[in-house]
């Protein structure tokens, strides 16, 4: 019986910024603003400071993002941006 990998969860702010193609500052500036939420990991010193983004919040703003983009720029019957 092959050993079943558990996807993660959670991903750091380096993961997440490459996982949504931006960088960890626009990462983080999304996450300051309250627009991506982020996990604040439990622990002391360093580790009380780790923040993990949950795979599902990313692919939320993804939708939220591309919905709010299509609602602010109507195609046109030709197929092109008003």
Avoid: F, H
């Avoid at 092959?2 to 949504?20: F, G, H, I, N």
Wanted: aromatic letters at 4%; a positive charge; charged letters at 25%.
């Amino acid at each position: 019986m092959a050993s079943e990998v558990c996807p993660r969860l959670l991903l750091t702010a380096r993961e997440a910024a490459q996982a949504l193609a931006i960088s960890q500052r626009t990462l983080w500036e999304l996450t300051q603003r309250g627009e991506l939420p982020a996990l604040r990991l439990p622990g002391r010193g360093i580790a009380a400071r780790a923040l993990r983004y949950d795979l599902r919040d990313l692919l939320a703003w993804i939708d939220r993002t591309k919905k709010a983009q299509a609602e602010a720029t109507p195609v046109q019957a030709n197929g092109r941006g008003a």
